[in-house]
C-alpha cells in the first residue's frame, strides 16, 4: 500500500522573516498531497518564548488535522527555557511510530541542548535508542529523526553545530540497520548516504533564513511498492523536485536498499 510522508523543519514562529504567505502555501499544499504521516524535525519557535509557542501551536493543530504528525524540538525551541513549553503544550521529547501495512519504524530523538546552537543525542538516550532499534525485526525499515545534523552539508560555510556525537550516533544507527535518518537544523535541503544509510535534511519551510541561492522547502517521501521517492518541495508554489530514488526490498529476512539515484540540488 502507497504512503506518503512529509518531512518539514525550522518554521521559526516568531523569527523576523517568518512568512505567513508561506505557512498558508504550506498548509494548502499539505491539504493537497493528503499525506499519511508528517514528521517535524525541530526548530517550531524562534527563541522559545511562550508567545511564540502560542502561534505555533495554532499551526500543530492545523498540521495534526491535516493528519497524524510526530514532533521533535530543535536548538531554538529550548532557548530561555523553552522546553517546559514545548512538553507541555506539542510533545513529549522522543517518540516511536510503528506502521505495520507499510512496515517502517520511525524513532523521534531530542538533540537539543539549552541556550546553545549545537546538540547531542547524550548516553541515556543513545541507550534507550539501541534498546528501541533491537526490538524492531529486520524486515521493517528503520527510520530515525533528530533535529541536528549528522555529517555535514553543503553549501552550508563553515561547519560547526554538528551533534556533539555524531561519531558515536552514527556508529548505532548503522550497526543498528537503520535505513533512514532524517534531520533538519542548516536549512539547506540535502541527501547522503553513508554505510547504506540515507540521511536526509530538509530547509526551512516558512522563513526567508536561507543560505545563498537555497529557497523555503520541505521534503516529501512517497513510498510503493519496494522504492522510495523523495522530492525537495518549494513552499513558495509547489513545484517539486526529486531529491532521490530508492529500490529496497527484503531479502533473507532482512530490509535492504539495494539500489539508488541521487540527484544534486547544490552547485558547489
Ligand atoms: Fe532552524
Ligand atoms: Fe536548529
Given at each position: ?17 517568518f ?12 491539504e493537497?498531497?493528503n ?56 510533545s ?77 550516533l ?6 543498528n ?74 531479502k ?17
Open positions: 500500500m502507497g504512503k506518503k510522508i512529509i518531512q518539514i523543519s525550522d518554521v521559526h514562529f516568531g523569527d523576523i522573516t512568512s505567513e504567505v508561506l505557512k498558508s502555501n504550506l498548509l494548502a499544499q499539505l493537497d498531497a499525506p499519511d504521516l508528517l514528521i517535524f524535525a525541530g526548530d517550531l519557535t524562534a527563541s522559545g518564548f511562550f508567545h511564540e509557542y502560542g502561534e505555533a501551536c495554532e499551526f500543530v493543530d492545523e498540521l495534526q488535522s491535516i493528519t497524524q504528525a510526530h514532533l521533535i524540538p530543535g536548538n531554538h525551541d529550548v532557548r530561555n527555557v523553552g522546553l517546559v513549553h514545548f512538553e507541555n503544550l506539542v513529549k521529547r522522543k517518540f516511536v511510530h510503528t506502521d505495520k501495512s507499510s512496515n517502517f519504524t520511525i524513532i523521534g530523538l531530542d538533540s537539543s541542548e539549552a541556550d546553545v546552537s549545537h546538540g547531542q543525542i547524550g548516553r541515556d538516550q543513545m541507550d534507550w535508542l539501541k534498546s528501541e532499534l533491537a526490538k524492531i525485526p529486520d524486515d521493517r525499515a528503520k527510520v530515525v529523526t533528530f533535529h541536528h545534523h549528522i555529517i555535514p552539508i553543503p553549501q552550508t560555510g563553515r561547519e560547526r553545530n554538528i551533534l556533539l556525537d555524531s561519531g558515536d552514527m556508529h548505532v544507527l548503522t550497526e540497520g537503520v535505513d533512514f535518518v532524517l534531520n533538519g537544523h542548516k536549512h539547506v535541503p540535502n541527501v547522503w548516504m553513508l554505510n547504506n544509510m540515507v540521511v536526509l535534511n530538509s530547509g526551512t519551510a516558512t522563513t526567508g533564513k536561507l543560505r545563498g541561492n537555497m529557497c523555503a522547502s520541505y521534503n516529501e517521501l512517497e513510498i510503493n511498492d519496494g522504492e522510495v521517492l523523495v522530492n525537495m518541495v518549494k513552499t513558495e508554489n509547489g513545484s517539486k523536485k526529486q531529491m532521490a530514488h530508492y529500490s529496497m526490498e527484503v533473507d529476512e532482512s530490509f535492504v536498499i539495494h539500489s539508488y539515484t541521487h540527484n544534486p540540488i547544490h552547485t558547489v
